[in-house]
């Protein structure tokens, strides 16, 4: 059964879609907290320790590639716990968080104080230049 949630570019053709370890369980392809049980599978890549992505893809900034929120133990939001993000061809070092993907280091994010993801990066530290 296949997920489409990235409709938009798994009908790219031309996608080359690379297989990444999950960073959220490590590859274990298990639930890294057993909140369910010891032996659940891991929600990310449902207990395949890997995730198809399309390039170009960069390593977390938010998450700084864990896969974890970096405030609770849930999934990041950024990367859904991938640890890897799928980002624009064009795309470069996001110049409002300086490539951190944290509100925290942005200056033109509103909330300084909090651990959310960039708003113009989306958390992933880089973004198409506009
Ligand atoms: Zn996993
Ligand atoms: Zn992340
Ligand atoms: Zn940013
Ligand atoms: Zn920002």
């Not at 997920?3 to 297989?19: I, V």
């Not at 900034?61 to 974890?68: I, Q, S």
Request: aromatic residues 4%.
């Amino acid at each position: 059964m296949a997920k489409s949630t990235r409709s938009s570019r798994a009908a790219d053709a031309t996608a080359r879609l690379t297989e990444v370890r999950c960073a959220f369980c490590d590859g274990k392809g298990l639930d890294p907290f057993g909140i369910m049980s010891p032996l659940a599978e891991c929600q990310v890549c449902e207990g395949h320790g890997s995730v198809k992505l399309a390039e170009p893809m960069v390593k977390c900034a938010f998450c700084h590639g864990t896969g974890v929120h970096p405030n609770s133990r849930m999934t990041c939001t950024v990367c859904s716990g991938v640890g890897t993000v799928e980002v624009p061809n064009n795309a470069s070092t996001c110049k409002h968080c300086h490539g951190t993907g944290r509100t925290a280091d942005c200056e033109d994010c509103h909330f300084p104080e909090s651990v959310f993801p960039c708003q113009h990066c989306k958390g992933t530290g880089v973004a198409v230049d506009h």
